[in-house]
């Protein structure tokens, strides 16, 4: 049995390429939490902390506390993060 990897999603309502991440995750039946950072700057402040950037979309991906992230909108490269966490979670 194969266990959902925590999936969030930081994007902004009308961003183009957040929407292009969303629809790849929901097309293929990940769930995720969508952390809206439009009006919240203390959301871009913490993504300037963790990853020294202001924009969006990051998209964090792990299991219990371990995470990587993608803070760029690229699918290929989010299906390797997410078949990343598919091997470290059957270890």
């Known amino acids: 049995m194969s266990i959902q990897p925590n999936i969030v999603?930081?994007?902004?309502t009308?961003?183009?390429?957040?929407g292009e991440i969303k629809a790849y995750l929901e097309a293929h039946h990940y769930a995720y939490v969508n952390l809206e950072v439009a009006g919240?700057?203390?959301?871009?402040d913490v993504?300037?902390?963790?990853?020294?950037i202001r924009h969006v979309p990051v998209v964090e991906v792990g299991y219990g506390q371990t995470y990587s992230a993608l803070i760029e909108a690229d699918i290929e490269k989010l299906e390797q993060l997410l078949e990343q966490s598919r091997n470290l979670q059957s270890i």
Request: proline letters at 0%.
């Open 9 to 12: 999603v930081w994007s902004k």
């Open 47 to 52: 993504l300037e902390a963790k990853y020294g």
């Open 14 to 18: 009308g961003c183009h390429f957040c």
């Open 40 to 44: 919240h700057d203390i959301l871009r």
